[in-house]
């Protein structure tokens, strides 16, 4: 039915083959001939009027959804403070629980709430209210205004939102959201706090080398009522009930609250989305961020040295952002609280990239930022699980995020086609540059930044796999982007060198992008994510060795960094070679290679893989100057030593041997 454009009043009709073709519209002048007889052909001088004002007529260009779907704007307004007859029930349980999250800890009550739009509802606000408590001895101004809440929105309501309200929205010519971040274009690891309570005080990794800086409840509760307050201060809030893990066993509900239209679309497409029926029974959040956004924290405040704060608090399942909008930070405070929550169910949480083949082979892909998690586990021969966060439990591999976050820098449409196909509507485009005019993103500008970034859900790409979960992993590729351009392009590793590798967590970028800087630093690491774990790694890596030995996967250390040369002097191994590379171990080829052994760090070589130029495999053939290399090998060596001393006193697992047999798997010199 319908696409006739002669739909009226939902009823079905067909046109009679005659009146359709030949006869010329009939001309009528008759008042008030209102229903069409199918018969006759139409003659639009004389419509069917279904709208009486320009308002009606608006109002009939929005059909108004099934009543699952989580808010509509434009007649039922839910309100709560009000005693609200019209509000659909589970409209009045969200707000209670909205409600209930947004409550102030000192005033003991929760802000008067509205669903939609506050310009679309504009007269709702005077919908006589009655205190659903009495007022409170201290009440205040901001306890007699309306928060308008938009739970859940879609897309393209976020994208009028954004491009209507926040300055730097724009859609580009492939109808991306530009955005900016603002002055943090970046995490900020050092402004990170973790509440340490007689609980965590014990489990968290704590002290030299943790990211866990501690903060204490007080403080938290001081910087959690400055974000409340800042949020329940504005006109409207963005409210996202998402999950977290495709796993459902061990699923995670999480309550985003935000102020930006750009937050709420990030995490739309970075959280797993709920079915309609799903978030009509969403129920209580397991765990709730607060994000203020812009709003800085207060500096004289105990523990706070900048004015940004990001905090944790494992006891009250609640995150608090105060002083930043780069959207990484919810991602990865969500995966912080990952990496406490799950090893507790013998869960190993991993910032790994995941993808299957098509005979149900699984690769784990870690690494550090930029070293190619992203990039190489979107394969277009392969099933993509997940590009960041995994869980490895007794059944499998599960992804714990609904999306993908790509670095854009020097994107290009032929070497990384999938992503470059993904910049469409509905993704967010953090912080590039485009042309004031065709809106075509210049993906090599890196004036805001180099972090540009895209985040879209992973069903944008073609052969992701949903559910995105697989089978236990059968090779665990560790990524190093190596700018010294001593390590191998590839290499065979046994369980110590995996264990010794993973826990070290090397990458050497190089620093920034300003002129003349040419040596690559070292950035260890440990687990490949130091930034975002809560335990000792030595609690994850034997968790690995275990998973790894139970299921005999195979260790890889891929070099996706330098070759012939450090930076400055030699390249970046071309991407097409490190899929070649990649390719050979997915395939299985590689398993069945001879190998020769490196100097220094033990690493077995592969004497050839399929299309790869078999002198950029021991990286001194394809350097000109052999003192040059042996000189920066050394130095590399000592890197790790120094790294790793810090590990020597802890044992891993209970297997005494295999900490002996890790603590010998480094380099020897
Ligand atoms: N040989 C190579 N292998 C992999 N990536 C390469 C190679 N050469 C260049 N690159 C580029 O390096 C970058 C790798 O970034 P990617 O987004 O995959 O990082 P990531 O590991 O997912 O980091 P994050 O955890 O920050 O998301 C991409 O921009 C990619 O185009
Ligand atoms: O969190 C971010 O900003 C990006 C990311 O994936 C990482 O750094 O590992
Ligand atoms: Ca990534
Ligand atoms: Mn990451």
């Known amino acids: 039915m319908a696409g006739n454009g002669n739909e009226n009043g939902g009823g079905d009709f067909s046109f009679s083959a005659a009146a359709a073709r030949d006869a010329l519209p009939r001309i009528t002048t008759e008042k008030g001939a209102k229903t069409p007889t199918p018969s006759v052909c139409q003659d639009d001088t004389a419509p069917p009027v279904n709208f009486q004002t320009i308002d009606e007529l608006h109002s009939l260009q929005k059909k108004r959804s099934a009543p699952t779907t989580p808010l509509r704007d434009g007649g039922v307004a839910g309100v709560i403070g009000t005693s609200g007859p019209t509000t659909p029930v589970s409209a009045e349980t969200m707000l209670q629980s909205v409600s209930a999250s947004l409550a102030s800890l000192t005033r003991e009550t929760g802000p008067k709430l509205i669903r939609g739009d506050p310009t679309s509802l504009a007269k709702v606000a005077h919908v006589p209210h009655t205190p659903t408590s009495p007022p409170a001895a201290d009440v205040s101004d901001s306890g007699l205004k309306f928060t308008h809440v938009l739970h859940n929105l879609s897309p393209a309501e976020l994208y009028e939102q954004a491009i209507k309200y926040e300055k730097g929205s724009f859609v580009t010519s492939t109808g991306a959201l530009a955005t900016l971040s603002g002055a943090k274009t970046g995490r900020s690891p050092k402004d990170k706090r973790v509440v340490k309570d007689e609980t965590t005080a014990a489990?968290?990794?704590?002290?030299?080398?943790?990211?866990?800086?501690?903060?204490?409840?007080?403080?938290?509760?001081?910087?959690?009522?400055?974000?409340?307050?800042?949020?329940?201060?504005l006109d409207k809030v963005f409210v996202n009930d998402q999950y977290l893990n495709w796993d459902p066993e061990n699923r995670l509900k999480v309550r985003i609250v935000s102020a930006r239209a750009y937050h709420s679309l990030f995490m739309h497409n970075m959280c797993i989305r709920p079915t309609p029926e799903e978030l009509?029974?969403?129920?209580?959040?397991?765990?709730?961020?607060?994000?203020?956004?812009?709003?800085?924290?207060?500096?004289f405040t105990h523990y706070m040295t900048s004015s940004t704060s990001v905090d944790i608090n494992l006891g009250r399942r609640e995150m608090v952002i105060l002083g930043t909008q780069y959207a990484g930070e919810m991602k990865k405070g969500l995966f912080g609280v990952m990496h406490y929550l799950m090893p507790k169910r013998k869960i190993l949480s991993l910032h790994s990239g995941c993808n299957m083949g098509k005979n149900?082979?699984?690769?784990?892909?870690?690494?550090?930022?930029?070293?190619?998690?992203?990039?190489?586990?979107?394969?277009?021969?392969?099933?993509?699980?997940?590009?960041?966060?995994?869980?490895?439990?007794?059944?499998?591999?599960?992804?714990?995020?609904?999306?993908?976050?790509?670095?854009?820098?020097?994107?290009?449409?032929?070497?990384?086609?999938?992503?470059?196909?993904?910049?469409?509507?509905?993704?967010?485009?953090?912080?590039?540059?485009?042309?004031?005019?065709?809106?075509?993103?210049?993906?090599?500008?890196?004036?805001?930044?180099?972090?540009?970034?895209a985040a879209y859900p992973i069903e944008y790409i073609p052969n992701s796999k949903i559910p995105c979960v697989g089978p236990h992993p059968k090779n665990v590729i560790l990524l190093a982007c190596d700018a010294f351009g001593v390590l191998p392009p590839i290499s065979k590793l046994n369980l110590a060198q995996t264990m010794y590798h993973f826990i070290s967590g090397y990458t050497a970028l190089v620093a920034g992008t300003e002129e003349g800087v040419k040596e690559p630093r070292a950035t260890f690491s440990a687990c490949f994510g130091a930034a975002f774990i809560m335990l000792h790694p030595t609690k994850y890596a034997a968790m690995l060795a275990e998973k790894m030995q139970a299921q005999g996967a195979t260790g890889w250390l891929v070099n996706t960094g330098w070759s012939g040369g450090s930076y400055g002097s030699g390249s970046r191994i071309k991407l097409a070679y490190t899929r070649k590379i990649i390719d050979a171990i997915h395939s299985g080829s590689l398993l069945n290679a001879t190998y020769r052994k490196t100097d220094i760090f033990g690493l077995e070589i592969p004497n050839e893989v399929e299309g790869v130029p078999s002198d950029i495999l021991e990286p001194i053939n394809a350097w000109a100057d052999k003192d040059a290399y042996q000189d920066t090998l050394l130095k590399l060596a000592r890197l790790f030593r120094n790294n790793f001393e810090t590990f020597t006193n802890h044992k891993i697992g209970d297997d005494g041997n295999l900490t002996e047999e890790i603590l010998a798997a480094g380099p020897n010199f």
């Open 203 to 233: 489990e968290l990794w704590w002290g030299k080398g943790s990211p866990n800086i501690e903060m204490d409840e007080q403080t938290f509760l001081v910087n959690r009522e400055r974000a409340v307050d800042y949020l329940n201060s």
């Open 280 to 299: 009509e029974n969403f129920g209580t959040p397991d765990f709730t961020i607060y994000n203020a956004g812009k709003f800085p924290c207060n500096r």
């Open 360 to 453: 149900g082979d699984v690769a784990l892909f870690f690494g550090l930022s930029g070293t190619g998690k992203t990039t190489l586990s979107t394969d277009h021969n392969r099933y993509l699980i997940g590009d960041d966060e995994h869980c490895w439990s007794e059944t499998g591999v599960s992804n714990i995020e609904g999306g993908c976050y790509a670095k854009c820098i020097d994107l290009a449409r032929e070497k990384e086609p999938d992503i470059w196909n993904a910049i469409k509507f509905g993704t967010v485009l953090e912080n590039v540059v485009f042309d004031e005019h065709t809106r075509e993103v210049d993906y090599s500008d890196k004036s805001v930044t180099e972090n540009t970034r």
